[in-house]
Antibody, heavy 122, light 105 residues
Framework: QLQLQESGPGLVKPSETLSLTCSVS??????????WGWIRQPPGKGLEWIAS???????YYNPSLKSRVTTSVDTSKNQFSLSLSSVTAADTAVYYC??????????????WGQGALVTVSS | EIVMTQSPATLSVSPGERATLSCRAS??????LAWYQQKPGQAPRLLIY???TRATGIPARFSGSGSGTEFTLTISGLQSEDFAVYYC????????FGQGTKLEI
């Protein structure tokens, strides 16, 4: 059964870079053809898509965040990662990694990690 | 950016009754519309995709309809575990989510 697990610092200072990793088990990132996603949710608010990354590294970004987002894939570790630069308090959120239900396209996500709360504060 | 607007923000319904949730897109998304359920402290759960196709394991009491800019999620015979927040999501042009409808008892 596919499992996703987010990891990274729970506290980041303003203006610094937020970095998260999603570890995938029960399936191979490199032997599948999915666009693995990052989605966030500020406390008490709705969902916002951040980016979706293919195992080759090809990435689609939310235009509103693109200038601050960097993604990467480590197929040897079966992980993919997110970096968000110049963070402010508005970036405080639960960050989810997820996999869409279908390969090779941007379609809804049917497998999600449990989420990682990242707080931006000095 | 396609803006998704859900209504109402909060819906109060009794167990056993029917709930109807609405989602409107700022421009046509064809049938590229999904619905998610989220309970406190949990990740969202995919219910419906393609506007009307139930995801794997989703009970038949959940149904979706609509196309273009107007969509509806109907939950028939509400059960206690159905009280949660529901989000619509378009995937016709990248992804964007509605702000959510809280379904309460």
């Amino acid at each position: 059964q596919l499992q996703l697990q987010e990891s990274g610092p729970g506290l980041v200072k303003p203006s610094e870079t937020l970095s998260l990793t999603c570890s995938v088990s029960g399936g191979s990132i490199s032997r599948s053809s999915y666009y693995w996603g990052w989605i966030r949710q500020p406390p008490g608010k709705g969902l916002e898509w951040i980016a979706s990354i293919y195992y080759t590294g090809r990435t689609y970004y939310n235009p509103s965040l693109k200038s601050r987002v960097t993604t990467s894939v480590d197929t040897s570790k079966n992980q993919f990662s997110l970096s968000l630069s110049s963070v402010t308090a508005a970036d405080t959120a639960v960050y989810y990694c997820a996999r869409p239900y279908g390969p090779q396209q941007l379609v809804p996500f049917d497998s999600w990690g449990q989420g990682a709360l990242v707080t931006v504060s000095s | 950016e396609i803006v998704m607007t859900q209504s109402p923000a909060t819906l109060s319904v009794s167990p056993g009754e029917r709930a109807t949730l609405s989602c409107r897109a700022s421009q046509s998304v064809s049938s590229n519309l999904a619905w998610y359920q989220q309970k406190p402290g949990q990740a969202p759960r995919l219910l419906i995709y393609g506007a009307s196709t139930r995801a794997t394991g989703i009970p038949a009491r959940f149904s979706g309809s609509g196309s273009g800019t107007e969509f509806t999620l109907t939950i028939s015979g509400l059960q206690s575990e159905d009280f949660a927040v529901y989000y619509c999501q378009q995937y016709n042009n990248w992804y964007s989510f509605g702000q959510g409808t809280k379904l309460e008892i």
